[in-house]
């Protein structure tokens, strides 16, 4: 399956809550497919920018290079 199809998934689930974390969006992705073709600073751009689509708050709590 492709990513973009796994991160649409995804988002899809976190609709009915309006809310959308990284770091439960990455750890989920990650489930799915181990080794990602992209790095985590990229999967948490590709989530952030399909939950703010759908019209979702992005909570940015993943722990990644620019995180806090």
Do not use: C, W
């Not at 998934?9 to 080794?35: E, N």
């Not at 590709?46 to 708050?57: E, N, P, Q, T, Y």
């Amino acid at each position: 399956m492709h990513l973009e199809s796994l991160i649409d998934q995804y988002v899809d689930t976190r609709s009915r809550r309006g809310l959308l974390s990284t770091q439960l969006g990455l750890r989920a992705l990650k489930q799915v497919i181990h080794t990602p073709p992209v790095s985590d600073s990229r999967l948490v751009e590709m989530l952030a920018k399909r939950g703010v689509d759908h019209g979702l708050i992005v909570h940015f709590d993943h722990a990644g290079e620019n995180a806090g």
